[in-house]
């Protein structure tokens, strides 16, 4: 049924006649002024009860000069010209459907870019609509208007009592009014964006979109219900009630509850059909294709799952002939962002993200695409091995491993160094290896999640056989004379070492090197490449890191290059093997404070790395050492205050509890953890004072327990080690 009056009846030829015209809520009828018209709209339309803020409108069309009216409106997916022509299924005709509309002598006071409409049993009437008036129910031009419209009709219910009614577009409460029989009633029209011409403004038509349909939330886009099996350029008949899609709410149908809302002892009342009046503008067309995670922003095991750590991400996107440019995309709901359309395609690069999930549409011509939806991931899982270990020495030569991670979708890769050094890509726990020789070992596992995120390695070391390889222990010899040296760098770039003397000072100096000033990090490493002599380790200043492999005579037999892009790292040290593969390692701390030892093969070279440690960027300065003589190498800092801290090794990657060692360190520059200085088997710091005096802090094992002048004039230097 019409909001208004009963169908149309039929002409014996079948052509329609105009069905009578739709009443503006509670307009005086007649003519009245553009002015005051104004005045009583902005009170007759005002809603019957607090309304939720409305959804609105994708977009809008040009107005159409012919009649004053907006020549679409669109609900992102389609666009819905102004139906008013005879024989196009529209609600209203021109006065003459005999003959062609023409404003303003054949034109109807009123006209609909979508209605639709619902009844059946107490349900007298529900419409949703978008509607074009004149505000004196006369065609006359200057008095176009428009308003998007809810109506609620309902009879045979119960005087005073609440129902509430759920549809398409919403959900409204009201209480049921009594009419001259007793019987409880429901009249409400809500009437929401109404705009009308003063004599200073036309119409704001945007207004009238922007206040379309549904309690969604204003910047929401609701669309329009379409009925199923709606003839082509239409979204439904307005004859033939049928069950309908698009339902913004989710609702693709009326619900009213309330006592007797479905006839008498009924409380419940459901109605899922409706008529539909929606004509597809002549030149509509679809919008812009669903954006697209293009491969190369799509990382990970796949490139199509919409899961990837590139967090700025490039978005791409077709558009489909005919459709009318430019192109925003909008993002996560935000504000629109302008795409470059080159052709028939549109990209556009994000800025950086926050990890978790994200959606993107496109908008053009008036038209919003389907939603991208992707997930931003730039964490790597964790990974660890867990019991039961295998004990270190083992009589078992092949061993078991078992390892896990909390990212459930995670795979793992693994490596038994040194005799399986290629990484198993199908590794899944517990891991057991094919028989070993005797030997000491390294099981290495890393896991990788669906954005591509590779963990930090995690690394176990175990003894095979009962011959046990002796533990590494750094020893920072460069003579072979069996006393620990210190290796200087002065402000010209010379590289002097100063072989100790095993009493707490040193020899004669000795030039060992020209042109350091290209390296910013200098670390004396001990015994690398596994050929007994001392090594040192430099830093480039372009990130490349050099293995300067010693000769056992106070110099250097050649340099390799071991690595590169460690500009990233903010501090790195050598104090021995940190996982407990009798190998020497190396220990860097990146720009976010997590603490990494990256592993020696023994040759020289590096395997990978296993985080041991995070939050390390309270410390400025930091060293490797072995200071208690347990052959685990330990860790000592200097935080920003001054304290001296020791961090003791477990031998397998960690640290005991922090020991602080010492306070008022914060005067002293170029720390360094050379070994034995003193000649008693214990390890010691030196460190240079505002004076220039490089002091020996003898130590004990477990503290530092007296302090003594190893030389002066070390203000020349730009580095110690």
């Known amino acids: 049924m019409s909001s208004h009056s009963a169908m149309r009846p039929m002409m014996p030829d079948g052509a329609k006649r105009s069905r009578p015209a739709h009443r503006k809520a509670s307009i005086t009828a007649g003519r009245i002024a553009p002015a005051v018209a104004g005045a009583l709209l902005a009170a007759a339309l005002s809603p019957l009860g607090a309304v939720p803020a409305n959804a609105e409108t994708a977009g809008m069309g040009p107005v159409d000069p012919a009649n004053g009216f907006p020549t679409w409106f669109s609900d992102g997916t389609v666009r819905l010209q102004l139906c008013y022509q005879a024989g196009q299924g529209c609600l209203v005709e021109p006065p003459n459907p005999d003959q062609p509309a023409s404003y ?20 007298g009437l529900y419409e949703a609509a978008l509607e074009a008036a004149h505000a004196n129910e006369a065609v006359i031009d200057g008095d176009q208007m428009g308003f998007a419209r809810l109506r609620f009709r309902l009879d045979g219910l119960v005087a005073g009592q609440s129902y509430t009614i759920t549809h398409p577009y919403g959900v409204h409460t009201f209480t049921a009014a009594a009419d001259r029989d007793g019987l409880g009633v429901i009249n409400e029209t ?127 996107g077709t558009l489909p002939a005919g459709t009318a440019g430019p192109v925003q995309l909008v993002v996560d709901g935000g504000a629109p962002r302008a795409a470059t359309v080159t052709g028939s395609t549109y990209s556009l690069k994000l800025p950086t993200l926050a990890n978790g999930p994200h959606s993107v549409q496109a908008v053009a011509g008036g038209l919003t695409s389907g939603t991208l939806r992707f997930t931003v991931d730039t964490v790597a899982p964790p990974v660890s091995i867990v019991s039961p270990f295998p004990s270190s020495p083992s009589l078992d030569n092949s061993p078991t491993l078992s390892f896990t991670s909390s990212d459930t979708g995670a795979r793992f890769e693994c490596q038994l160094q040194p005799t399986n050094v290629v990484w198993d890509p199908t590794c899944a726990s517990p891991k057991t290896w094919d028989a070993q020789v005797s030997g000491t070992y390294n099981f290495l596992v890393r896991a990788t999640d669906a954005a591509g995120n590779v963990s930090p390695l995690a690394s176990r070391t175990v003894q095979i056989g009962t011959t046990v390889t002796a533990p590494y222990r750094k020893v920072q010899d460069f003579n072979g004379d069996g006393r620990a040296d210190i290796v200087s760098r002065d402000s010209t770039g010379t590289l002097w070492l100063y072989r100790g003397n095993g009493t707490g000072g040193f020899q004669t100096r000795t030039k060992v090197g020209t042109g350091w000033n290209s390296m910013n990090s200098i670390i004396s490493s001990g015994d690398f490449n596994n050929d007994r002599k001392a090594d040192v380790i430099a830093r480039s200043s372009t990130g490349l890191l050099y293995l300067y492999k010693g000769n056992g005579l106070g110099g250097f037999s050649s340099r390799s290059q071991i690595g590169s892009g460690w500009n990233s790292f903010t501090a790195i040290t050598a104090g021995g093997d940190y996982n407990g593969d009798r190998k020497a390692d190396l220990v860097a701390r990146d720009s976010a404070g997590r603490l990494y030892a990256y592993l020696g093969v023994g040759n020289g070279g590096l395997s990978g790395r296993i985080q041991i440690g995070s939050s390390w960027n309270t410390q400025n300065t930091i060293l490797g050492t072995d200071f208690n003589g347990d052959a685990k190498p330990d860790i000592v800092s200097r935080d920003a205050a001054g304290s001296l801290w020791l961090y003791r090794g477990d031998g397998a990657g960690g640290f005991l509890a922090r020991v602080q060692i010492g306070a008022g360190w914060g005067s002293l520059s170029s720390l360094a953890t050379p070994g034995d200085l003193s000649g008693d088997g214990r390890a010691d710091i030196t460190a240079r004072d505002s004076r220039g005096t490089l002091l020996l802090y003898r130590g004990n094992g477990s503290t530092l327990v007296s302090k003594s002048t190893a030389g002066t004039g070390w203000n020349s230097m730009s580095s110690i080690q």
């Open 104 to 123: 303003p002598d054949n034109f109807p006071d009123e006209a609909f870019w979508f209605a639709a409409e619902a009844s059946g049993g107490n349900l």
């Open 190 to 316: 809500l009437d929401q964006g109404a705009c009308a011409p003063t004599p200073d403004a036309a119409c704001n038509w945007a207004g009238v979109g922007a206040a379309f349909l549904g309690d969604f939330g204003r910047g929401t886009t609701a669309t329009f219900l379409r009925q199923e099996g709606a003839a082509a350029g239409t979204l439904g008949d307005i004859n033939t009630a049928r069950t309908v899609t698009g339902a913004p709410s989710g609702n693709n149908f009326v619900n009213v509850v309330g006592p007797n809302a479905g006839g008498p002892g009924v409380n419940t009342l459901t109605v899922n059909t409706f008529t539909v009046q929606g004509l597809l503008a002549t030149d509509s067309v679809g919008g812009p294709n669903t954006p697209d995670l293009p491969a190369a922003s799509d990382s990970g095991r796949s490139s199509s799952d919409n899961i990837t750590r590139v967090n700025a991400p490039t978005i791409t």
